[in-house]
């Protein structure tokens, strides 16, 4: 689908699923907004997209930072269409009674309080303009629980709650939000959990993950009308169905 004039902001934009999914997101002609700590990484990706790409060093922990990210992408593009929560983290992989309450509490500030950062300082610039789409890298952890993964599980509940919430608040107003749960992908994030040796998705082969790609074609097409069967909801990556519509089915 064209996007052409359309402003996307991507969290977690140096590596993985939002490096991809800003590659993708220019090729449909968007201009795109890098987000994420790492400052030589998305400044690097900013250059080689070009000059419809800047790059935003940003911890989305802090408000504040999500805050000031969300006005210098619209100082630069002039507008803010489409915002992808993609930023996260798994570790600490451990079980309950050995957590270290400070790290567990890390990721809930990512993963959970990152993703509600990225809603919360979108949502005013959005409804002034009419509307516009709020996309959530999800996770089927959101479902149930993985061994040692408390944090993760916990925080990506909360965040699918948060996709409905903006649904359920917003979504007469021309909020589009939606969840995309992709499934295991060939990202670091696999690379950690493989590491960690504890539950049945730390033992699956990396013939088994899907590329970042499959995710980022996923998150262009949910910007489209094809999608809005699932606004407040969640697209899953596992789903033939969607995978044949994106073709990308093996």
Known sequence: MGLSGKTV???????GIGAAAAREFAEAGAKVALVARSAEA??????????????????IARYWEMEQAIQACVNAHGSLDIVVNNAGAIEPITHLADADPAAWGEVIDINLKGV????????????????????TIGSGAAHGPVE?????????AGALMLT???HKEYGDKGIRAISLSPGTVATQMQRDIKASGINPVSQLDWSDHIPPEWVAKALVWMCSDDADGYLGDEVSLRDEGIRTKLGVSA
């Not at 902001?9 to 590596?15: D, E, K, V, Y």
């Not at 998305?42 to 911890?59: Q, V």
């Not at 040692?148 to 990506?156: D, F």
């Open 164 to 166: 409905k919430m903006a």
């Open 148 to 156: 040692a993964w408390s944090a993760y599980c916990s925080s990506k």
């Open 9 to 15: 902001l991507i969290t977690g934009a140096s590596r």
């Open 42 to 59: 998305i400044a690097e990706l900013a250059g080689e997209i070009g000059e419809s790409a800047i790059a935003i060093p940003c911890d």
């Open 116 to 135: 509600f950062h990225g809603m919360r300082a979108a949502l005013p610039v959005m409804l002034e303009a009419g509307g516009g789409s709020i996309l």
